[in-house]
């Protein structure tokens, strides 16, 4: 029979899981504490939780969520703590990739981004793209960059005319 302490913390996992844009799951084995403890103060800037939880539970409380493993054999096997971010779902992701780079023990096992779950490789890939707002910047320079060009070349017929009209 499961004690009540246990049912507290389904019962408050499943609640911050609900309230979670996204979901990453991390091997932390081999991290000391300091380390998890300087990791979480950098998560902590951006709206995300760092949590270590048995796997039982962490499982029981995926079970009646939104967010639900294809193979929960792998992803919940040895040491799993999960990051739970509020905001943002890429900016947590890059602070782990930059994390691990220092700490080769933190290894990210996968994550939910959306209702989709997603495995480690696929996430390095999301976390290496550029942030929203450069992204925004790049589609707005695509969009102005034909306007430009074409009141410069307007722009030089002009300057054109008048050089030969000086001239004449």
Known sequence: MPSEKKIQIVKNLKEKLSKAKGVILTDYH???????????????????????VKNTLLNLALKDT?????????????????????????????????????????????????????????LKEIASLPSREVLLAKVVGMIQSPIVRLVSVAKGNQVKLVTVLKAG
């Open 66 to 122: 939104n967010h639900q493993l294809p193979i929960t054999d792998y992803q919940l096997a040895g040491p799993t703590a999960v990051v739970l971010s509020y905001e943002d779902e890429i900016k947590p992701l890059k602070v782990l990739y930059e994390f691990a780079k220092e700490h080769e023990a933190l290894k990210v096992k996968g994550g939910f981004f959306e209702g989709v779950w997603t495995v480690g490789e696929t």
């Open 30 to 52: 081999g991290l000391s504490v300091p380390e998890v403890e300087v990791l979480r103060r950098q998560l902590d800037k951006f709206q995300a939780d760092y949590q270590v």
